[in-house]
């Protein structure tokens, strides 16, 4: 039997590592458990209840249509975060500006949260997994104040903490404070989230290559031949690769975190920025993946030194093993690969 270690108590015991007052990422941490466990009870009767499921008939800022789960889980997070004396601001995929919070911690919280309440939210339909990605900041205006956009337009570089809570045959929150990233499993019998897998390293290389093919005629000429190199018929470097693409990024990413693989979501011609979103997807996907030994870039540049200017700016990204990734810069490049 695995050492029975909660969430909570492994925060408590490493929370030394984190570079900041003790008891204030333990407090933030606990409110995102605590909202990862009211939405996995949700999410669980989905197909059940009528307020959960289908369109609400609004568009978010992307022009998206927003699923009753995205605005459910929009609310439930911000009002968990809103509750600790932490958190200063959020800014959400469904909230067009962020939202300072107006009590006492939205001028004397030290931390912006940013925040994907639900990626992939019209898989619920399908029973597909799905989940909430957060990225933690610590602001950069002083203390005392309102904090104000630049808060929120860091580059992923300077983020102190960083996960996932995904929903899937088992719920599960994964994160990162800058050293090394940790998994820990939901048992909903008895509402505690235990680690399950410590201390998790992607393998640098693997052969799942995750993209939606349905784009193909819309990529650049140098991935055509990536995703050419990817079919051919070599034993000596594993491939063929497998082809997984299960159309939710947190599934796909979660899968290739531990068994090895690369997630493609390029520019295309008709998403000339890429689909997924820099701040609350791109850049906490990143960091995590750094700290389990990948890599993640946007095809140019490595994806936490892209310097934000707008909140919800989108980017190309290659993220996964790091052999995979500088495979295909080299294909991106024009150069052998290693
Ligand atoms: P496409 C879900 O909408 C999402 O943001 C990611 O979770 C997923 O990988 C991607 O978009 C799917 O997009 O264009 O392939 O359907």
Same mark, same amino acid.
Request: with cysteine; charged share 20%; hydrophobic share 35%.
């Given at each position: ?5 909660? *969430? ?11 570079? /900041? $007052? ?16 009211? *939405? ?8 059940? %209840? ?22 459910? @889980? ?8 809103? $509750? ?23 001028? +004397?919280?030290?931390?912006? %949260? ?8 019209? +898989?619920?339909? %399908? +029973? ?6 957060? $990225?933690?900041?610590?602001?950069? !205006? ?31 929150? %994964?994160? !990162? !404070? ?6 820990? !499993?939901?048992? &909903? @019998? ?13 393998p640098e290389k693997g052969?799942? /290559? ?18 050419? /190199? ?14 997984? /693409? ?17 997630? *493609? ?38 994806? *936490?030194?892209?310097? &934000? ?12 093993s790091?052999k ?5 810069? @080299?294909?991106? +490049? ?5």
């Amino acid at each position: 039997m695995k050492d029975i270690i909660t *969430m909570g108590e492994f925060v408590i015991k490493n929370q030394g590592d984190f570079p /900041y $007052a003790k008891g204030e990422l333990s407090s933030l941490l606990s409110a995102l458990r605590l909202a990862a466990k009211v *939405m996995n009870s949700q999410i669980n009767k989905a197909g059940l %209840v009528d307020h959960l499921l289908g369109s609400v008939g609004t568009q978010n800022i992307q022009g998206e249509e927003q699923k009753k789960l995205d605005l459910y @889980a929009n609310e439930l997070f911000i009002k968990a975060l809103k $509750a600790r004396d932490q958190v200063c601001g959020i800014a959400s995929e469904e909230e067009e500006k962020v939202v300072l919070f107006e009590n006492e911690s939205g001028v +004397n919280g030290k931390y912006v %949260v940013l925040i994907d309440p639900i990626d992939g939210s019209s +898989n619920i339909e %399908v +029973n597909v997994s799905i989940g909430t990605i957060f $990225a933690i900041y610590r602001r950069i !205006t002083p203390i005392g104040k309102p904090a104000s956009l630049e808060d929120f337009l860091q580059p992923g570089n300077k983020q102190v903490a960083a996960g996932y809570i995904i929903f899937g045959s088992s719920t599960m929150i %994964v994160f !990162t !404070t800058g050293n090394g990233v940790n998994g820990f !499993t939901y048992d &909903p @019998a008895i509402g505690v989230f235990y680690l399950s897998h410590p201390n998790i390293k992607i393998p640098e290389k693997g052969k799942i /290559y995750s993209i939606n093919e349905g784009n193909y005629e819309y990529f650049s000429p140098s991935l055509k031949d990536y995703i050419h /190199y990817c079919k051919q018929i070599d034993p000596a470097t594993n491939r063929p690769y497998a082809g997984r /693409y299960i159309g939710s990024m947190i599934a796909d990413f979660h899968r290739n975190l531990l068994k090895g693989g690369i997630y *493609m979501y390029p520019a295309t011609s008709d998403a000339p920025k890429g689909k997924l979103r820099l701040l609350y997807e791109c850049n906490p996907m990143a960091f995590l993946i750094e700290q389990a030994g990948g890599k993640a870039c946007d095809g140019e540049q490595r994806i *936490m030194d892209i310097v &934000p200017t707008e909140l919800h700016e989108r980017t190309a990204i290659f993220v996964g093993s790091s052999k995979m990734v500088e495979d295909l810069e @080299a294909f991106h +490049n024009k150069k052998e690969v290693g």
